[in-house]
């Protein structure tokens, strides 16, 4: 438990996005910014690419999460950031899509 404690480490793989949702309801000071980072990452997996509503609900609970951290948590604008641009992105892709199949 000591290591998912720490602000230092960031954890990564299939088992991240669970851990950091439900240690987020816990303490979301610490790791709410985690969580959002997490968001964004599977949001641009293999697995997740090719599903833009996944995509899509991955990001919007992302910008969700990093809007709500205290607007003294450290890593809140970088988070918002990546995850507002990330969002961005998509809804710019699906725009061109949308062009295309038109």
């Known amino acids: 438990m000591k290591l998912l404690s720490t602000d230092r480490r960031v954890l990564r793989g299939p088992d991240a996005l669970w851990v950091y949702r439900v240690l987020t309801q816990v303490d979301p000071a610490v790791h709410g910014s985690k969580l959002a980072h997490v968001l964004v990452a599977v949001s641009g997996s293999p697995r997740v690419r090719e599903l833009p509503a996944v995509r899509r609900a991955l990001l919007e609970e992302a910008v969700a999460v990093a ?25 710019a892709l699906e725009a061109l899509e949308a062009l295309g199949a038109a």
């Open 67 to 91: 809007r709500a951290l205290d607007a003294a948590d450290p890593f809140r604008a970088k988070v918002l950031a990546r995850a507002l641009e990330a969002l961005e992105a998509l809804e």
